[in-house]
């Protein structure tokens, strides 16, 4: 499968704990994106990079979330010090610069209790 | 209000039925996606359409650039069929950042 894969599909945490999600793109694509879905809501925009430059941030993205591609290739993004709001699902996409479609990944569902 | 505006939020058919979904955005475009997803989370690209129209199978996507309007139809829908379906713009050409998605329509085709 040469899609775009993430992991873990699904994480519970305690509230107060740090997690970390890892998304792997389409080995050409070399722009990579972070979204974040709550329950009947489509996608918003966290995050995204140019190879290994984060080059725009959502206001969503508060100082508690941190995302890094450190080799242009797969991507973490980090929550610290989770709280029950950011209970959501974490999608990742990529694409090629200047194409017109981002390929999604599978998901993280995540829920802090 | 939002920039990307989808209806009905939940839609319920009986198989076989043809069924709309509609988008409207207020921001000028570069493409327009339809995106279907399954529950567990996996988002798959239906269609990106520009101008016109598309057809794939029982599934048919048009736009109206001047009036910012897509609807997306299912012919003879299946219970196979029943997921969200989102409307998601790309606002501009070079700016890969800039997608905006409609908050989706959740589709149960009964059997």
């Known amino acids: 499968d040469t899609g775009v894969s993430q992991n873990p599909r699904h994480k519970i945490t305690k509230r107060g704990q740090n997690v970390t999600f890892r998304c792997d793109p389409i080995?050409?694509?070399?722009?990579l994106y972070w979204y974040r879905q709550t329950l009947g809501q489509g996608p918003e925009f966290l995050t995204y990079?140019?190879?290994?430059?984060?080059?725009?941030k959502s206001r969503l993205l508060s100082d508690r979330f941190s995302a890094e591609r450190p080799k242009g290739s797969f991507s973490t993004l980090e929550i610290q010090r989770t709280e029950q709001g950011d209970s959501a699902m974490y999608l990742c996409?990529?694409?090629?610069?200047?194409?017109?479609?981002?390929?999604f990944g599978p998901g993280t569902r995540l829920t802090v209790l | 209000k939002n920039e990307v505006e989808q209806s009905p939020q939940n839609l319920t058919a009986q198989e076989g039925e043809f069924i709309t979904i509609n988008c409207s955005y207020s921001?000028?475009?570069?493409?327009l996606h339809w995106l279907q997803q399954h529950p567990g989370g996996g988002i798959v690209s239906l269609f990106m359409?520009?101008?016109g129209k598309k057809k794939h199978g029982r599934l048919i996507a048009t736009i109206n650039i001047q009036e910012k309007h897509s609807s997306l139809h299912i012919t003879a829908s299946h219970p196979r069929d029943s997921a969200v379906y989102i409307c998601?713009?790309?606002?501009?050409?070079?700016?890969?950042?800039?997608?905006?998605f409609g908050a989706g329509t959740r589709l149960t085709v009964k059997p």
């Open positions: 080995s050409e694509h070399n722009r």
């Open positions: 998601a713009v790309k606002t501009s050409l070079y700016n890969n950042n800039d997608m905006r």
């Open positions: 921001v000028g475009i570069s493409a």
């Open positions: 990079f140019q190879n290994e430059a984060q080059l725009e």
């Open positions: 996409a990529s694409s090629l610069v200047g194409g017109n479609e981002q390929f």
């Open positions: 359409l520009s101008s």
